[in-house]
C-alpha cells in the first residue's frame, strides 16, 4: 500500500493560502476587473484577420 506524501499535501495548502492571499491583497489594492464582483467566463472573440484581400474583377 502506498505511503501517502504528506509534504506534498502541505506545499498544495500553502501554494492555495498563498493564491487566496494575494488575490485578497489585490482586491484591496485596486478596483476589481468586474464592478459587480462577479468573473466573466466568457471569451472575447477576436477580430477577423486582416490579411484577406478582396479583389474586384
Known sequence: MAKPNYSFEKRQRDLAKKAKKEEKRL???????????????????????????KTTP
Request: no cysteine; hydrophobic share 30%.
Open 27 to 53: 482586491r484591496k489594492a485596486g478596483a476589481p476587473a468586474n464592478p459587480d464582483g462577479t468573473e466573466s467566463t466568457e471569451s472575447v472573440a477576436p477580430p477577423p484577420p486582416a490579411t484577406a484581400v
